[in-house]
Nanobody, 122 residues
Framework: QIQLAESGGGSVQSGGSLRLSCHLS????????VGWYRQVPGKNREAVAV???????NYTDSVKGRFTISLDNAKNTVYLQMNSLRPEDSAMYYC????????????????WGQGTQVTVSS
């Protein structure tokens, strides 16, 4: 089992920046993939970015060039740097982890954090 704890959410104006952190604990040895997902009420959870142990990353099209996912192995922490934020980025952001290869679908992840709220005002 992997435990995840997100932090760093908040409220910003359009064009602003936030950095989300996801600290991992528990069984983090071996091949691992960590993803950031977001969800607004009434909609499905959406993949934002994923990263594996080899720093291979993937992003959803709407955040490419604005968001950066990174992994600090020494701190067991995954970050999501979010720049040029837009009102449509407002959501609850979750980090998730799975052993093995990265997957895009949220259903493929069985370890989730509690989430951190991001609100972007226009």
């Amino acid at each position: 089992q992997i435990q995840l704890a997100e932090s760093g959410g908040g409220s910003v104006q359009s064009g602003g920046s936030l950095r989300l952190s996801c600290h991992l604990s528990g069984d983090t040895s071996g091949s691992l993939c960590v993803g950031w997902y977001r969800q607004v009420p009434g909609k499905n959870r959406e993949a934002v970015a994923v990263i594996n142990n080899n720093d291979r990353t993937n992003y959803t099209d709407s955040v490419k060039g604005r968001f950066t996912i990174s992994l600090d192995n020494a701190k067991n922490t995954v970050y999501l740097q979010m720049n040029s934020l837009r009102p449509e980025d407002s959501a609850m952001y979750y980090c998730a982890a799975r052993a093995g290869l990265c997957e895009w679908s949220a259903s493929r992840y069985d370890n989730w954090g509690q989430g951190t709220q991001v609100t972007v005002s226009s």
